[in-house]
């Protein structure tokens, strides 16, 4: 259950994420740098699970997860998928993360749609790829913002949602316009709002990522976006990966 946008421009890329979960799920670690294999990866943990939802390391790769609940789980899913994302968290490109995925034991985890960005996203010339397993077979696409995941009533959840974008954010995605838009809360549908509201689930938290050639930042807002985001907030809770290493435009 989540919402994600993002937004591309010449200066870089911005990730926007909603993580919603049931509310007897215990509360997830802030971000904290790792080092997976060589590689500065800058990550909140799940302590359930012990993997994450989202990510970005120092090469400009970001990569973000999706439960996929509408696909019926293989019988021998064993692993989080949060670890799976660990995994794949200190590949240098996209290209790396879509080859290291052909090379996993789908089966091992529940369906997902995992998210990757880099900098190649500048020239144009590549788009977001989704990288998708169903529970019997996987597939690599190229995606569009927004997209969501939800265990309940998905269509009309999605239709909501991307009203709301429509109406929020528009053609011309800002900064700015994509956090009022992960704020956005309908008090007679908060289970359909895109931060969400129900009996057993609800929006748990809020991360921006930031990746520009000269650095890479995530802002993490623990609580509902709704009450919790605001501009005190993402400066008390912004990270950046030290010994920050510039990752150059594609010619």
Request: proline letters at 6%.
């Amino acid at each position: 259950m989540c919402s994600v946008s993002w937004l591309i421009d010449q200066n870089g890329y911005q990730i926007f994420f909603n993580r919603d979960e049931q509310k007897t799920r215990a509360q997830a670690l802030p971000p904290r740098t790792q080092e997976m294999d060589g590689v500065k990866v800058l990550m909140p943990i799940d302590p359930v699970g012990q993997g994450s939802w989202i990510s970005v390391n120092e090469h400009g790769v970001a990569l973000c997860l999706l439960n996929n609940y509408q696909c019926d789980n293989p019988k021998a899913a064993l692993f989080s998928r949060g670890l799976l994302l660990k995994h794949l968290s200190k590949e240098i490109s996209v290209d790396g993360v879509c080859n290291a995925f052909q090379l996993l034991t789908l089966p091992q985890f529940a369906p997902f749609i995992l998210l990757a960005f880099d900098l190649n996203l500048l020239d144009r010339k590549t788009r977001v790829m989704a990288l998708e397993w169903n529970g019997s077979e996987s597939v690599i696409h190229p995606t569009d913002s927004p997209l969501f995941s939800s265990g309940v009533d998905l269509p009309q959840v999605t239709a909501t949602r991307k009203l709301a974008y429509q109406q929020i954010v528009g053609e011309k995605p800002t900064q700015s316009s994509l956090l009022m838009f992960h704020k956005q809360h309908h008090y007679e549908e908060s289970h359909k709002s895109v931060c969400m509201h129900r009996e057993d689930a609800e929006t748990v938290s809020f991360t921006h990522i930031i990746v520009t050639p000269q650095g890479q930042e995530m802002r993490y807002v623990a609580g509902s976006p709704c009450m919790n985001l605001t501009t005190e907030a993402l400066l008390q809770g912004t990270h950046k990966l030290p010994n920050r290493k510039s990752v150059a435009i594609p010619a």
